[in-house]
């Protein structure tokens, strides 16, 4: 198998190189701080990969917005200063271990199982999500039933992933990947898979 060699060798993705074809996908972990701020345990989780010889790790989910984006409690955001700073420490170390680093950013939308700033949640229908919350992410029961976004809200969605989109850039993120799967927000608009 002469083609499993391409694995490790260097190529380009996008405007990043990336010393081989080796990536780390993003996965739930809800190890910040209750304020959203990524911990030196997360820098050390990530940095590890980087160190194991990881050519790009993703993150996991950081939220956008400060009223129906998390969908967890100790989920990390990027929405202020001191949130973009913690990760700043994060990338930074990612760099310094010979690795890239993209940032997923995520709106959960109606399949909340926590949320630090409001109770209620925000979907593209007032329908109820299929299954309940995982008490692995500290939720418990069903889902709540969504309001249906206002148009103002959806606006306010869309600002926030662009906001925290440039956010990322700053704290040094070698780029953002928007999730757009597994139920969440953006995927509500377009599969029948979440509702019942």
């Known amino acids: 198998m002469t083609d499993a060699k391409k694995l490790f060798e260097s190529f380009t993705l996008g405007n990043i190189t990336l010393d081989n074809r080796v990536g780390v996908a993003p996965m739930t972990r809800i190890s910040a701080t209750s304020e959203g701020l990524a911990t030196d345990q997360m820098k050390s989780y990530y940095t590890s990969f980087a160190r194991g010889g990881f050519g790009l790790i993703i993150t996991e989910g950081i939220y956008t917005d400060d009223k129906h984006s998390p969908g967890y409690i100790y989920q990390p955001g990027i929405i202020n200063d001191e949130q973009e700073q913690a990760w700043k420490k994060v990338v930074d170390s990612v760099h310094q271990a010979g690795a890239k680093i993209i940032a997923q950013l995520m709106h959960t939308g109606a399949v909340v199982h926590g949320n630090p700033f409001n109770q209620d949640s925000i979907g ?73």
């Open 124 to 196: 593209p229908s007032v329908v109820k999500p299929k299954g309940e919350k995982s008490e692995i992410y500290e939720g418990k029961g069903p889902f709540p039933t969504p309001r249906e976004a206002t148009k103002e809200e959806i606006t306010e969605v869309i600002n926030g992933f662009v906001n925290v989109a440039k956010r990322a850039k700053s704290a040094g993120f070698d780029g953002i990947e928007i999730h757009g799967a597994n139920g969440y927000l953006l995927d509500e608009f377009l599969t029948d898979y979440t509702y019942r």
